[in-house]
């Protein structure tokens, strides 16, 4: 399996313009998290997914924010309009539900809001 | 609610020296404890976990972590440092039983000096 994968690695905007960040989680995984990393902030859980539902949205910011699951292979995390606070890395994570499993993490979007 | 400290922003040794990252945890219930690693640039990469068992746990690249009950920690350590191993290091717990999500904190850097 290759692993989480995330499109774009890197995504540069202006302020104002949507941003769709992507993410494929590895097959047969059943959960789904989305993670914002900043230096200041460090690791924040945005929202995570089970079985394509949204479980927990609490870490999303604002309704600027929003994420969906459409299917067990997909998803996306919409920012818009975006702004310049919004630059940080973005990160996707995938597991199968149960206490005993680890995530694993895609190589992560660097978004830059200009 | 769940949560995990790691007290240290960054922890400095000298290369074949033993290494030391701590973490404290909070929980009601059983711990379910990770360890993540992250090199720059890169996703989180799972190390080792604790879910039940050896309080001795062996993990990924010569890592291994104490779980203390007692003293509500779960440290990891390596008997000697490689310059590689200088990255950022996460402790987590899984909240809330299977669809819970990690918990991170805010993550330790390691520095290994030759």
């Known amino acids: 399996d290759a692993g989480v994968i995330q499109s774009p690695r890197h995504e540069v905007t202006e302020m104002g313009q949507e941003v769709t960040l992507r993410c494929k989680p590895i097959s047969g995984h059943n959960s789904l998290f989305w993670y914002r990393q900043t230096m200041m902030r460090g690791l924040e859980l945005l929202i995570y997914f089970n079985n394509n539902v949204p479980i927990d949205d609490s870490g999303m910011p604002e309704d600027r924010f929003s994420?969906?699951?459409?299917?067990?292979?997909?998803?996306?995390l919409k920012i818009q309009p975006s702004e310049p606070r919004d630059s940080a890395v973005y990160f996707c994570a995938s597991t199968l539900s149960g206490i005993h499993t680890e995530a694993f993490f895609g190589q992560g979007t660097r978004l830059t809001v200009v | 609610a769940q949560s995990v400290a790691q007290p240290e922003d960054q922890v400095n040794v000298a290369e074949g020296n033993p290494l030391t990252v701590k973490c404290t945890y909070s929980v009601s219930g059983n711990p379910y404890l990770f360890?993540?690693?992250?090199?720059?640039?890169?996703?989180?990469?799972?190390?080792?976990?604790?879910?039940?068992?050896?309080?001795?746990?062996?993990?990924?690249?010569?890592?291994?972590?104490?779980?203390?009950?007692?003293?509500?920690?779960?440290?990891?350590?390596?008997?000697?440092?490689?310059?590689?191993?200088?990255?950022?290091?996460?402790?987590?717990?899984?909240?809330?039983?299977?669809?819970?999500?990690?918990?991170?904190?805010?993550?330790?850097?390691?520095?290994?000096?030759?």
């Open chain 2, 35 to 114: 360890w993540y690693v992250q090199y720059p640039n890169r996703g989180l990469q799972f190390l080792l976990k604790y879910i039940t068992g050896d309080n001795l746990v062996k993990g990924s690249y010569g890592f291994e972590a104490e779980f203390n009950k007692s003293q509500t920690s779960f440290h990891l350590k390596k008997p000697s440092a490689l310059v590689s191993d200088s990255a950022l290091y996460f402790c987590a717990v899984r909240d809330k039983g299977s669809q819970g999500n990690l918990i991170f904190g805010k993550g330790t850097k390691l520095s290994v000096k030759p």
């Open chain 1, 67 to 76: 994420a969906k699951m459409p299917n067990a292979s997909f998803s996306t």
